[in-house]
């Protein structure tokens, strides 16, 4: 959230670097609380370095299965934390591998911009498969 500056009455919004720093502690400690997170990453604004004032933090993470509906996996995760305003958006590893047969879109969107901070995404199917080589 924006923070007073200890002189003056001017709000300041946190830097990208700041946003950055206390995304990647969230996620440590998400992964230490939820043991069946395999990735944690942002995308949009400052993942692209175009983040500004009242710019929110787009989160995305990837769990190995959930009981819960997609809407409501992420509620549980204290958001409030963070320096912006935050939304999380939670797959499991199958809607993630499905999400280009989806909404093929927000899966290159995703695909072109994730910051990845814990973790690493499963392979989309629709990802070209790492070349094989004749023996």
């Known amino acids: 959230m924006p923070v ?4 003056s009455s001017v ?12 995304a ?16 944690a990453g942002y995308f949009g604004s400052y993942a692209r370095g175009e983040a ?3 710019s929110d933090l787009d989160l995305v993470v990837i769990l190995r299965d959930s009981d819960l ?3 409501r996996r992420a509620v ?21 591998r499905r999400l280009p047969e989806r909404s093929p879109r927000f899966a290159r969107t995703l695909a ?3 910051v990845w901070l814990v973790g690493a995404p499963p392979v989309n199917p629709a990802d070209d498969p790492p070349p094989t080589h004749a023996p």
């Open 4 to 7: 007073r500056s200890s002189r």
């Open 11 to 22: 709000m300041r919004w946190p830097d990208a670097e700041t946003v950055h720093q206390a």
């Open 24 to 39: 990647l502690a969230w996620a440590r400690a998400l992964v230490q609380a939820w043991p069946g997170i395999v990735a």
């Open 52 to 54: 500004g004032v009242g």
């Open 69 to 71: 509906p997609f809407e």
């Open 76 to 96: 549980a995760w204290d958001i409030e934390t963070l320096p912006t305003p935050a939304e999380v958006v939670a797959y499991t590893v199958d809607e993630w």
């Open 112 to 114: 072109r911009e994730t």
